[in-house]
């Protein structure tokens, strides 16, 4: 059985290199520690990325389960300006057919 810390690293960093694939500079968060419980960007975000025209992009990553969307919503009206995006990446594992596996990506 594998982790749950491990598998959100994994898909953290799937995340991360399909960004920097599409031309992204990135930062992703490092993994939280006994002394360091909290230490998601913003306490909202995984990963961020920014591109040469100065588009900034703010990612969540999770797994099998949308979040609830409401915090971020509010991170973007109030703190972003209109070229920056706020994502999140949900990637399916399995689903009911048993053959669809890969990213959903939510644009808030």
């Given at each position: 059985?594998?982790?749950?810390?491990?598998?959100?690293?994994?898909?953290?960093?799937?995340?991360?290199?399909?960004?920097?694939?599409?031309?992204w500079?990135?930062?992703?968060?490092?993994?939280?520690?006994?002394?360091?419980?909290?230490?998601?960007?913003?306490?909202?975000?995984?990963?961020?990325?920014?591109?040469?025209d100065?588009?900034?992009?703010?990612?969540?990553?999770?797994?099998?389960?949308?979040?609830v969307?409401?915090?971020?919503?509010a991170?973007?009206?109030v703190?972003c300006?209109?070229?920056?995006?706020?994502?999140?990446?949900?990637?399916?594992?399995?689903?009911?057919?048993?053959?669809?596996?890969?990213?959903?990506?939510?644009?808030?």
């Open positions: 059985m594998v982790s749950s810390r491990a598998k959100g690293n994994r898909y953290e960093r799937l995340a991360e290199n399909e960004l920097i694939r599409h031309g500079i990135t930062y992703r968060v490092k993994g939280s520690t006994k002394f360091n419980k909290n230490v998601d960007i913003f306490g909202l975000f995984d990963i961020i990325g920014k591109n040469f100065g588009t900034t992009i703010y990612v969540q990553v999770k797994t099998n389960r949308k979040p969307l409401l915090l971020y919503q991170f973007k009206w703190l300006n209109k070229h920056d995006k706020v994502q999140v990446w949900i990637y399916y594992e399995r689903g009911k057919s048993k053959k669809w596996k890969g990213w959903r990506k939510i644009k808030i």
